[in-house]
Protein backbone atom coordinates (compact mmCIF):
# COMPACT_ATOMS: atom_id res chain seq x y z
CA UNK A 1 0.00 0.00 0.00
CA UNK A 2 1.85 2.92 -1.03
CA UNK A 3 0.77 5.70 1.82
CA UNK A 4 0.77 9.21 1.28
CA UNK A 5 1.31 12.40 3.55
CA UNK A 6 -2.25 12.90 2.92
CA UNK A 7 -3.37 9.42 3.57
CA UNK A 8 -1.78 9.91 7.27
CA UNK A 9 -3.60 13.09 8.00
CA UNK A 10 -6.79 11.71 7.35
CA UNK A 11 -6.16 8.46 9.46
CA UNK A 12 -4.67 10.67 12.16
CA UNK A 13 -7.43 12.80 12.04
CA UNK A 14 -9.97 9.84 12.86
CA UNK A 15 -7.86 8.74 15.64
CA UNK A 16 -6.35 5.42 13.98
CA UNK A 17 -2.80 4.59 12.98
CA UNK A 18 -1.00 3.78 10.07
CA UNK A 19 -0.45 0.80 11.59
CA UNK A 20 -3.71 -0.21 12.30
CA UNK A 21 -5.05 0.09 8.72
CA UNK A 22 -3.00 -2.23 7.71
CA UNK A 23 -3.77 -4.68 9.65
CA UNK A 24 -7.60 -4.04 8.40
CA UNK A 25 -5.84 -4.19 5.02
CA UNK A 26 -4.33 -7.55 6.31
CA UNK A 27 -8.06 -8.83 7.15
CA UNK A 28 -9.40 -8.57 3.91
CA UNK A 29 -5.99 -10.41 2.44
CA UNK A 30 -6.66 -13.18 4.84
CA UNK A 31 -9.99 -13.17 4.97
CA UNK A 32 -12.44 -14.14 8.56
CA UNK A 33 -13.05 -17.81 9.35
CA UNK A 34 -16.28 -18.48 9.31
CA UNK A 35 -17.93 -19.51 12.72
CA UNK A 36 -17.68 -23.50 13.77
CA UNK A 37 -21.04 -23.85 14.76
CA UNK A 38 -21.84 -26.99 17.02
CA UNK A 39 -25.48 -27.28 17.00
CA UNK A 40 -28.46 -25.04 17.15
CA UNK A 41 -29.32 -23.05 20.99
CA UNK A 42 -32.93 -24.96 21.39
CA UNK A 43 -35.02 -25.32 25.38
CA UNK A 44 -33.18 -26.99 27.30
CA UNK A 45 -30.10 -26.86 25.83
CA UNK A 46 -28.83 -23.20 25.76
CA UNK A 47 -32.17 -21.51 26.12
CA UNK A 48 -33.80 -21.24 29.13
CA UNK A 49 -37.90 -20.91 29.69
CA UNK A 50 -39.41 -20.05 32.64
CA UNK A 51 -42.87 -20.66 34.21
CA UNK A 52 -45.55 -18.46 35.44
CA UNK A 53 -44.81 -18.90 39.00
CA UNK A 54 -40.65 -18.32 38.56
CA UNK A 55 -41.71 -14.98 36.33
CA UNK A 56 -43.65 -13.55 39.12
CA UNK A 57 -40.66 -14.72 41.80
CA UNK A 58 -38.04 -12.47 39.09
CA UNK A 59 -40.48 -9.74 38.69
CA UNK A 60 -40.84 -9.64 43.18
CA UNK A 61 -37.13 -10.19 42.98
CA UNK A 62 -36.51 -7.04 40.51
CA UNK A 63 -39.29 -4.63 42.36
CA UNK A 64 -37.81 -5.14 45.53
CA UNK A 65 -34.19 -4.44 44.40
CA UNK A 66 -35.32 -1.31 41.42
CA UNK A 67 -35.27 1.43 44.15
CA UNK A 68 -31.61 1.07 45.00
CA UNK A 69 -30.19 0.15 41.47
CA UNK A 70 -29.01 2.43 38.97
CA UNK A 71 -30.28 1.52 35.87
CA UNK A 72 -29.83 3.08 32.26
CA UNK A 73 -31.66 1.90 28.99
CA UNK A 74 -29.27 2.45 25.88
CA UNK A 75 -30.84 2.10 22.26
CA UNK A 76 -28.86 2.22 19.23
CA UNK A 77 -30.38 5.05 17.54
CA UNK A 78 -28.35 6.32 14.74
CA UNK A 79 -29.78 4.22 11.48
CA UNK A 80 -31.22 6.00 9.00
CA UNK A 81 -34.93 4.89 7.66
CA UNK A 82 -33.09 4.72 3.75
CA UNK A 83 -33.75 0.85 3.82
CA UNK A 84 -36.72 1.17 5.21
CA UNK A 85 -38.44 2.95 2.25
CA UNK A 86 -36.51 0.81 -0.08
CA UNK A 87 -39.65 -0.66 -2.02
CA UNK A 88 -40.98 3.13 -2.20
CA UNK A 89 -37.83 4.38 -3.81
CA UNK A 90 -37.31 1.79 -6.43
CA UNK A 91 -40.86 2.48 -6.99
CA UNK A 92 -40.32 6.42 -7.45
CA UNK A 93 -37.32 5.22 -9.88
CA UNK A 94 -39.12 3.28 -11.92
CA UNK A 95 -42.44 3.80 -12.33
CA UNK A 96 -43.73 6.12 -15.05
CA UNK A 97 -47.31 7.25 -14.37
CA UNK A 98 -47.22 8.65 -18.09
CA UNK A 99 -46.84 5.40 -19.73
CA UNK A 100 -48.58 2.94 -17.71
CA UNK A 101 -51.26 2.65 -14.84
CA UNK A 102 -50.10 1.47 -11.49
CA UNK A 103 -51.72 -1.87 -11.95
CA UNK A 104 -49.66 -2.67 -14.63
CA UNK A 105 -46.99 -1.85 -13.34
CA UNK A 106 -47.58 -3.71 -9.86
CA UNK A 107 -48.70 -6.87 -11.89
CA UNK A 108 -44.96 -6.63 -14.19
CA UNK A 109 -42.76 -5.64 -11.79
CA UNK A 110 -44.65 -8.35 -8.92
CA UNK A 111 -44.44 -5.27 -6.66
CA UNK A 112 -46.07 -6.58 -3.67
CA UNK A 113 -44.90 -4.35 -1.82
CA UNK A 114 -46.27 -1.91 -3.37
CA UNK A 115 -49.78 -3.47 -3.41
CA UNK A 116 -49.41 -3.59 0.47
CA UNK A 117 -48.59 0.17 0.75
CA UNK A 118 -51.88 1.30 -1.10
CA UNK A 119 -54.27 -0.80 0.30
CA UNK A 120 -53.11 0.13 3.80
CA UNK A 121 -52.31 4.02 2.64
CA UNK A 122 -54.73 5.64 5.08
CA UNK A 123 -53.28 3.32 7.98
CA UNK A 124 -50.33 5.09 8.44
CA UNK A 125 -49.34 7.43 10.93
CA UNK A 126 -47.86 10.12 8.32
CA UNK A 127 -50.91 9.92 6.05
CA UNK A 128 -52.39 12.64 7.27
CA UNK A 129 -49.41 14.64 7.72
CA UNK A 130 -48.63 13.83 3.83
CA UNK A 131 -51.82 14.83 2.67
CA UNK A 132 -51.41 18.37 4.27
CA UNK A 133 -48.37 19.09 2.29
CA UNK A 134 -50.10 17.84 -0.92
CA UNK A 135 -53.07 19.85 -0.97
CA UNK A 136 -50.76 22.77 -0.72
CA UNK A 137 -48.54 21.97 -3.97
CA UNK A 138 -51.23 19.81 -5.78
CA UNK A 139 -54.98 21.00 -5.06
CA UNK A 140 -55.91 19.26 -7.89
CA UNK A 141 -54.45 16.32 -6.67
CA UNK A 142 -58.19 14.46 -6.41
CA UNK A 143 -58.86 14.47 -10.29
CA UNK A 144 -55.04 12.40 -11.01
CA UNK A 145 -54.64 9.04 -11.93
CA UNK A 146 -54.26 6.61 -9.00
CA UNK A 147 -50.70 5.69 -10.21
CA UNK A 148 -50.01 9.77 -10.53
CA UNK A 149 -51.55 10.28 -6.72
CA UNK A 150 -49.45 7.20 -5.30
CA UNK A 151 -46.50 8.73 -7.10
CA UNK A 152 -46.91 12.04 -6.01
CA UNK A 153 -47.64 11.06 -2.45
CA UNK A 154 -44.37 8.95 -2.40
CA UNK A 155 -42.56 11.52 -3.50
CA UNK A 156 -43.85 14.11 -1.10
CA UNK A 157 -43.02 11.91 1.75
CA UNK A 158 -39.43 10.70 1.03
CA UNK A 159 -37.85 13.85 -1.20
CA UNK A 160 -35.95 16.60 0.21
CA UNK A 161 -38.39 18.96 -1.59
CA UNK A 162 -41.35 17.37 0.74
CA UNK A 163 -41.04 16.13 4.35
CA UNK A 164 -37.81 14.42 3.52
CA UNK A 165 -38.65 10.96 5.34
CA UNK A 166 -35.54 9.13 3.21
CA UNK A 167 -33.31 10.77 5.02
CA UNK A 168 -34.93 11.15 8.59
CA UNK A 169 -33.39 8.56 11.03
CA UNK A 170 -35.67 5.94 11.86
CA UNK A 171 -35.79 6.80 15.76
CA UNK A 172 -38.04 10.70 14.68
CA UNK A 173 -40.22 9.07 12.13
CA UNK A 174 -44.10 9.08 12.77
CA UNK A 175 -44.90 5.19 14.03
CA UNK A 176 -47.63 5.73 15.51
CA UNK A 177 -51.40 7.63 15.63
CA UNK A 178 -53.23 7.93 18.35
CA UNK A 179 -56.61 9.64 18.74
CA UNK A 180 -54.88 12.98 19.98
CA UNK A 181 -51.17 12.91 18.59
CA UNK A 182 -48.86 11.14 16.36
CA UNK A 183 -45.94 9.33 18.15
CA UNK A 184 -42.56 8.76 17.28
CA UNK A 185 -40.08 5.28 17.90
CA UNK A 186 -38.28 7.97 20.26
CA UNK A 187 -41.31 8.66 21.90
CA UNK A 188 -42.35 5.26 22.85
CA UNK A 189 -39.31 3.87 23.98
CA UNK A 190 -39.98 6.95 26.72
CA UNK A 191 -43.33 5.45 27.87
CA UNK A 192 -41.65 2.22 27.75
CA UNK A 193 -38.58 2.59 30.11
CA UNK A 194 -40.95 4.45 32.16
CA UNK A 195 -42.64 0.87 32.86
CA UNK A 196 -39.09 -0.77 34.11
CA UNK A 197 -36.31 1.73 33.61
CA UNK A 198 -37.37 4.06 36.84
CA UNK A 199 -35.82 4.49 40.63
CA UNK A 200 -36.87 5.68 43.71
CA UNK A 201 -36.89 9.32 42.49
CA UNK A 202 -39.10 8.92 39.99
CA UNK A 203 -35.77 9.20 36.87
CA UNK A 204 -35.46 7.23 34.29
CA UNK A 205 -32.40 7.16 32.11
CA UNK A 206 -31.87 6.77 28.66
CA UNK A 207 -28.72 6.86 26.14
CA UNK A 208 -29.52 7.08 22.55
CA UNK A 209 -26.41 6.55 19.84
CA UNK A 210 -27.07 8.64 17.04
CA UNK A 211 -25.72 10.40 14.01
CA UNK A 212 -23.84 13.90 15.20
CA UNK A 213 -25.93 15.55 12.10
CA UNK A 214 -30.00 14.36 13.80
CA UNK A 215 -28.46 15.59 17.45
CA UNK A 216 -30.84 18.93 16.99
CA UNK A 217 -33.65 16.63 15.95
CA UNK A 218 -33.48 14.49 18.72
CA UNK A 219 -33.34 16.93 21.47
CA UNK A 220 -36.61 19.07 19.76
CA UNK A 221 -38.54 15.86 19.64
CA UNK A 222 -37.84 15.53 23.69
CA UNK A 223 -38.45 19.40 24.06
CA UNK A 224 -41.91 18.78 22.30
CA UNK A 225 -43.08 15.67 23.63
CA UNK A 226 -41.58 15.75 27.49
CA UNK A 227 -43.83 17.73 29.30
CA UNK A 228 -46.72 15.83 28.23
CA UNK A 229 -44.97 11.96 29.11
CA UNK A 230 -43.43 13.34 31.96
CA UNK A 231 -46.97 14.03 33.25
CA UNK A 232 -48.40 10.66 31.78
CA UNK A 233 -45.91 8.41 32.86
CA UNK A 234 -45.03 10.61 36.33
CA UNK A 235 -41.46 10.45 35.51
CA UNK A 236 -38.50 12.43 35.63
CA UNK A 237 -36.33 11.51 32.02
CA UNK A 238 -32.55 12.35 31.87
CA UNK A 239 -32.03 11.88 27.79
CA UNK A 240 -28.16 11.56 26.99
CA UNK A 241 -26.94 10.91 23.70
CA UNK A 242 -23.50 9.94 21.81
CA UNK A 243 -22.16 9.31 18.15
CA UNK A 244 -20.20 6.61 17.13
CA UNK A 245 -16.45 6.86 17.34
CA UNK A 246 -14.46 7.85 14.29
CA UNK A 247 -11.46 6.15 15.31
CA UNK A 248 -14.03 2.97 14.64
CA UNK A 249 -14.50 3.31 11.73
CA UNK A 250 -13.03 0.99 8.87
CA UNK A 251 -10.88 1.08 5.73
CA UNK A 252 -12.64 0.00 2.46
CA UNK A 253 -10.64 -1.82 0.04
CA UNK A 254 -11.45 -3.13 -3.86
CA UNK A 255 -12.26 -6.33 -4.52
CA UNK A 256 -8.51 -6.97 -5.24
CA UNK A 257 -8.07 -5.80 -1.70
CA UNK A 258 -6.51 -2.11 -2.26
CA UNK A 259 -7.46 0.60 -0.56
CA UNK A 260 -10.64 2.41 -2.26
CA UNK A 261 -10.04 5.66 -3.26
CA UNK A 262 -12.69 8.40 -3.32
CA UNK A 263 -13.16 10.12 -6.83
CA UNK A 264 -10.85 13.19 -4.58
CA UNK A 265 -7.91 10.24 -4.48
CA UNK A 266 -8.81 10.61 -0.59
CA UNK A 267 -9.17 6.79 0.93
CA UNK A 268 -12.55 5.75 1.67
CA UNK A 269 -13.23 4.84 5.19
CA UNK A 270 -16.76 3.11 6.81
CA UNK A 271 -18.80 3.42 9.95
CA UNK A 272 -17.74 -0.17 11.58
CA UNK A 273 -21.34 -1.12 11.89
CA UNK A 274 -23.37 -1.66 15.51
CA UNK A 275 -20.02 -3.21 16.86
CA UNK A 276 -18.25 0.09 16.94
CA UNK A 277 -21.26 1.17 19.68
CA UNK A 278 -19.06 -1.34 22.53
CA UNK A 279 -17.38 1.78 22.58
CA UNK A 280 -20.32 4.00 23.26
CA UNK A 281 -21.33 1.22 26.07
CA UNK A 282 -18.38 1.04 27.48
CA UNK A 283 -18.84 4.90 28.55
CA UNK A 284 -22.12 4.57 30.49
CA UNK A 285 -22.11 3.61 34.15
CA UNK A 286 -25.25 1.40 35.59
CA UNK A 287 -26.25 -1.73 37.34
CA UNK A 288 -27.93 -2.64 34.84
CA UNK A 289 -28.59 -1.72 31.25
CA UNK A 290 -31.07 -2.44 28.76
CA UNK A 291 -30.44 -2.63 25.01
CA UNK A 292 -32.95 -2.46 22.51
CA UNK A 293 -33.07 -1.23 19.28
CA UNK A 294 -34.92 1.91 17.86
CA UNK A 295 -37.74 0.04 16.31
CA UNK A 296 -38.57 -2.10 18.16
CA UNK A 297 -41.42 -0.68 19.72
CA UNK A 298 -45.32 -1.19 20.37
CA UNK A 299 -48.45 0.83 20.73
CA UNK A 300 -48.75 1.79 25.03
CA UNK A 301 -51.85 -0.72 25.13
CA UNK A 302 -49.40 -3.79 24.49
CA UNK A 303 -46.74 -2.24 26.59
CA UNK A 304 -47.40 -4.22 29.66
CA UNK A 305 -46.33 -7.12 28.40
CA UNK A 306 -43.22 -5.87 27.24
CA UNK A 307 -42.50 -4.37 30.70
CA UNK A 308 -43.32 -7.48 32.27
CA UNK A 309 -40.69 -9.64 30.29
CA UNK A 310 -38.13 -6.73 30.56
CA UNK A 311 -38.53 -7.57 34.61
CA UNK A 312 -38.64 -10.85 34.30
CA UNK A 313 -35.09 -10.69 32.17
CA UNK A 314 -33.82 -8.45 34.90
CA UNK A 315 -34.95 -10.44 37.88
CA UNK A 316 -32.87 -13.32 36.36
CA UNK A 317 -29.99 -11.33 36.21
CA UNK A 318 -30.15 -9.96 39.77
CA UNK A 319 -30.87 -13.41 40.78
CA UNK A 320 -27.52 -15.05 38.86
CA UNK A 321 -25.43 -11.77 39.83
CA UNK A 322 -25.75 -12.58 43.59
CA UNK A 323 -24.67 -15.87 43.00
CA UNK A 324 -21.85 -15.37 41.08
CA UNK A 325 -20.76 -12.48 43.66
CA UNK A 326 -21.52 -14.95 46.16
CA UNK A 327 -19.12 -17.58 44.91
CA UNK A 328 -16.35 -15.38 43.87
CA UNK A 329 -16.31 -13.57 47.52
CA UNK A 330 -16.16 -17.28 48.92
CA UNK A 331 -13.47 -17.93 47.23
CA UNK A 332 -11.95 -14.64 47.97
CA UNK A 333 -12.00 -16.23 51.66
CA UNK A 334 -11.35 -19.52 51.81
CA UNK A 335 -10.73 -22.84 48.99
CA UNK A 336 -14.24 -24.27 48.30
CA UNK A 337 -14.71 -27.47 50.13
CA UNK A 338 -15.57 -30.59 47.57
CA UNK A 339 -19.20 -30.68 48.40
CA UNK A 340 -19.01 -26.57 47.28
CA UNK A 341 -16.87 -27.05 44.32
CA UNK A 342 -19.10 -29.68 43.47
CA UNK A 343 -22.79 -27.07 43.68
CA UNK A 344 -20.23 -24.48 41.77
CA UNK A 345 -19.69 -26.90 38.68
CA UNK A 346 -23.42 -27.41 39.14
CA UNK A 347 -24.08 -23.88 38.65
CA UNK A 348 -21.48 -23.01 35.98
CA UNK A 349 -23.14 -25.39 33.89
CA UNK A 350 -26.74 -25.53 34.37
CA UNK A 351 -27.21 -22.03 35.30
CA UNK A 352 -24.24 -20.12 33.15
CA UNK A 353 -23.76 -22.54 30.03
CA UNK A 354 -19.65 -22.97 30.74
CA UNK A 355 -18.88 -26.23 28.97
CA UNK A 356 -15.67 -27.28 31.47
CA UNK A 357 -13.03 -28.57 30.38
CA UNK A 358 -12.77 -32.54 30.00
CA UNK A 359 -10.06 -32.45 32.85
CA UNK A 360 -11.14 -30.77 34.93
CA UNK A 361 -11.28 -32.67 38.14
CA UNK A 362 -7.64 -33.40 37.50
CA UNK A 363 -6.65 -29.93 37.64
CA UNK A 364 -4.56 -28.82 40.71
CA UNK A 365 -6.34 -26.76 43.23
CA UNK A 366 -4.60 -23.66 41.97
CA UNK A 367 -5.69 -23.75 38.26
CA UNK A 368 -9.43 -24.92 38.94
CA UNK A 369 -9.50 -21.75 41.34
CA UNK A 370 -7.92 -19.41 38.34
CA UNK A 371 -10.59 -21.40 36.40
CA UNK A 372 -13.84 -20.44 38.25
CA UNK A 373 -12.35 -17.25 38.92
CA UNK A 374 -11.96 -16.44 35.29
CA UNK A 375 -15.08 -17.76 34.54
CA UNK A 376 -17.17 -15.77 37.27
CA UNK A 377 -15.60 -12.37 37.18
CA UNK A 378 -17.28 -11.46 33.75
CA UNK A 379 -20.29 -8.97 32.49
CA UNK A 380 -23.47 -10.61 32.17
CA UNK A 381 -25.99 -10.76 29.65
CA UNK A 382 -29.52 -11.94 30.16
CA UNK A 383 -30.62 -12.26 26.53
CA UNK A 384 -34.45 -12.74 25.39
CA UNK A 385 -34.94 -15.30 22.16
CA UNK A 386 -38.07 -15.45 20.34
CA UNK A 387 -39.04 -18.14 18.66
CA UNK A 388 -37.66 -18.02 14.58
CA UNK A 389 -40.47 -16.97 12.26
CA UNK A 390 -38.12 -15.99 9.24
CA UNK A 391 -36.83 -12.89 10.18
CA UNK A 392 -33.42 -11.97 8.81
CA UNK A 393 -30.42 -11.95 12.49
CA UNK A 394 -28.66 -12.97 14.45
CA UNK A 395 -29.76 -16.65 16.21
CA UNK A 396 -28.21 -18.70 19.81
CA UNK A 397 -25.43 -21.60 18.75
CA UNK A 398 -23.29 -23.38 20.61
CA UNK A 399 -19.66 -22.70 18.82
CA UNK A 400 -16.73 -24.41 18.88
CA UNK A 401 -13.37 -22.61 20.08
CA UNK A 402 -9.58 -23.06 19.14
CA UNK A 403 -9.10 -25.11 22.72
CA UNK A 404 -12.01 -27.33 21.82
CA UNK A 405 -14.78 -26.15 24.44
CA UNK A 406 -18.09 -25.17 23.50
CA UNK A 407 -19.34 -21.84 23.94
CA UNK A 408 -22.94 -19.92 23.65
CA UNK A 409 -23.00 -17.19 21.34
CA UNK A 410 -25.49 -15.42 18.90
CA UNK A 411 -24.27 -15.69 15.38
CA UNK A 412 -25.00 -13.81 12.44
CA UNK A 413 -25.79 -15.02 9.67
CA UNK A 414 -22.56 -14.03 7.24
CA UNK A 415 -20.66 -15.46 10.44
CA UNK A 416 -21.75 -18.79 9.10
CA UNK A 417 -20.30 -21.14 6.26
CA UNK A 418 -23.57 -22.03 4.34
CA UNK A 419 -21.31 -23.72 1.26
CA UNK A 420 -21.01 -26.43 3.88
CA UNK A 421 -23.52 -29.02 4.40
CA UNK A 422 -23.49 -29.77 8.06
CA UNK A 423 -23.42 -25.88 9.20
CA UNK A 424 -26.01 -24.69 6.75
CA UNK A 425 -28.31 -27.51 8.61
CA UNK A 426 -27.70 -26.52 11.52
CA UNK A 427 -28.69 -23.06 10.54
CA UNK A 428 -31.57 -24.85 9.24
CA UNK A 429 -32.23 -26.40 12.66
CA UNK A 430 -32.41 -23.34 14.26
CA UNK A 431 -35.32 -22.45 16.54
CA UNK A 432 -35.13 -19.41 17.81
CA UNK A 433 -33.90 -15.61 16.79
CA UNK A 434 -32.56 -12.80 18.80
CA UNK A 435 -34.47 -9.98 18.99
CA UNK A 436 -31.98 -7.71 20.65
CA UNK A 437 -33.37 -7.49 23.71
CA UNK A 438 -30.81 -7.68 26.99
CA UNK A 439 -30.59 -7.05 30.13
CA UNK A 440 -26.51 -6.40 31.30
CA UNK A 441 -24.73 -6.40 34.52
CA UNK A 442 -21.47 -4.65 34.00
CA UNK A 443 -19.88 -4.21 37.11
CA UNK A 444 -17.73 -7.36 39.18
CA UNK A 445 -17.75 -8.45 42.44
CA UNK A 446 -16.28 -5.72 44.00
CA UNK A 447 -18.57 -3.11 42.53
CA UNK A 448 -16.15 -2.14 39.82
CA UNK A 449 -17.06 -1.51 36.24
CA UNK A 450 -15.71 -3.71 33.45
CA UNK A 451 -13.76 -2.58 30.92
CA UNK A 452 -16.28 -4.18 28.21
CA UNK A 453 -13.40 -4.01 25.29
CA UNK A 454 -11.25 -6.32 27.27
CA UNK A 455 -14.30 -8.90 26.61
CA UNK A 456 -14.36 -8.59 23.08
CA UNK A 457 -13.66 -11.03 20.25
CA UNK A 458 -11.61 -9.19 17.59
CA UNK A 459 -12.02 -12.65 15.54
CA UNK A 460 -15.37 -12.18 14.80
CA UNK A 461 -15.99 -9.29 12.73
CA UNK A 462 -17.25 -9.97 9.03
CA UNK A 463 -16.23 -8.91 5.64
CA UNK A 464 -19.30 -7.44 3.01
CA UNK A 465 -19.61 -6.29 -0.46
CA UNK A 466 -21.01 -2.82 -0.78
CA UNK A 467 -20.72 -0.17 -3.89
CA UNK A 468 -19.69 3.35 -5.00
CA UNK A 469 -20.67 5.13 -7.74
CA UNK A 470 -21.03 2.11 -9.31
CA UNK A 471 -17.68 0.39 -8.33
CA UNK A 472 -17.51 -2.73 -6.27
CA UNK A 473 -16.00 -3.05 -2.48
CA UNK A 474 -15.03 -4.54 0.55
CA UNK A 475 -16.10 -3.27 3.80
CA UNK A 476 -15.13 -4.52 6.63
CA UNK A 477 -17.76 -5.17 9.95
CA UNK A 478 -16.27 -4.93 13.29
CA UNK A 479 -18.12 -7.66 15.91
CA UNK A 480 -20.88 -7.01 16.55
CA UNK A 481 -22.49 -5.30 19.44
CA UNK A 482 -24.28 -8.49 21.25
CA UNK A 483 -22.33 -10.81 18.56
CA UNK A 484 -18.51 -10.72 18.78
CA UNK A 485 -18.39 -7.62 21.12
CA UNK A 486 -19.67 -9.47 23.96
CA UNK A 487 -18.19 -13.15 22.91
CA UNK A 488 -16.35 -13.73 26.35
CA UNK A 489 -19.36 -12.05 28.80
CA UNK A 490 -21.67 -14.48 30.79
CA UNK A 491 -24.66 -15.20 28.61
CA UNK A 492 -28.01 -16.15 29.34
CA UNK A 493 -30.58 -17.28 27.02
CA UNK A 494 -34.21 -16.99 27.89
CA UNK A 495 -37.38 -17.42 25.82
CA UNK A 496 -39.79 -14.48 25.46
CA UNK A 497 -43.31 -14.42 23.75
CA UNK A 498 -42.77 -13.09 19.67
CA UNK A 499 -45.37 -10.25 21.15
CA UNK A 500 -42.53 -8.59 22.46
CA UNK A 501 -40.71 -8.40 19.17
CA UNK A 502 -42.23 -6.02 16.36
CA UNK A 503 -39.46 -3.92 14.95
CA UNK A 504 -40.31 -1.89 11.87
CA UNK A 505 -37.85 -2.73 9.26
CA UNK A 506 -39.71 -1.89 6.21
CA UNK A 507 -42.50 0.38 6.03
CA UNK A 508 -45.41 -1.97 5.88
CA UNK A 509 -44.38 -3.43 9.26
CA UNK A 510 -46.12 -0.72 10.67
CA UNK A 511 -49.49 -1.76 9.54
CA UNK A 512 -49.01 -5.05 12.05
CA UNK A 513 -51.80 -5.17 15.28
CA UNK A 514 -48.39 -3.86 17.17
CA UNK A 515 -47.36 -0.17 15.61
CA UNK A 516 -52.24 0.30 14.96
CA UNK A 517 -54.31 1.93 17.39
CA UNK A 518 -58.48 1.25 17.24
CA UNK A 519 -60.45 3.44 17.94
CA UNK A 520 -61.59 1.46 21.21
CA UNK A 521 -57.79 1.02 22.57
Not at 235 to 254: G, L
Request: glycine share 6%; proline share 4%.
Amino acid sequence: MNITDKDIRLIKSKGLTVDKVLSQIEIFKNGIPFVPLRSAATLNNGILKFTEHYQSELTKLYDSRISNLETIKFVPASGAATRMFKDLFKFLDNYDFKKESLNSYTNHEKANAIRLFLIGLEKFPFYDIVMQEIKVSYPKFESLSEGRQLYIFVETMLKEKGLNYGDFPKGLLPFHKYTDSIATSFEEHLYEAAGYNKNHKGESKLHFTISKDHLDGFKEEFDRIRKKVEEKTNTNFNITYSFQKPETDTIAVTEDNEPFRKEDGSLLFRPGGHGALIENLNDLNGDIIYIKNIDNVVVRKYQDEVTGYKKVLAGKLLEIQDEVFRILNAIDQKTPTEAELKDIKKFLVQQLNVRLPLDFDKFSEKYKLEFLRESLNRPIRVCGMVINEGEPGGGPFWIKRENGRLILQIIESPQINKADSRQKNILASSTHFNPVDLVCGVRDYEGNKFNLLDFVDPDAGFITKKSMNGEVLKALELPGLWNGAMANWISVFVEVPITTFNPVKTVNDLLKSAHQVTLFS
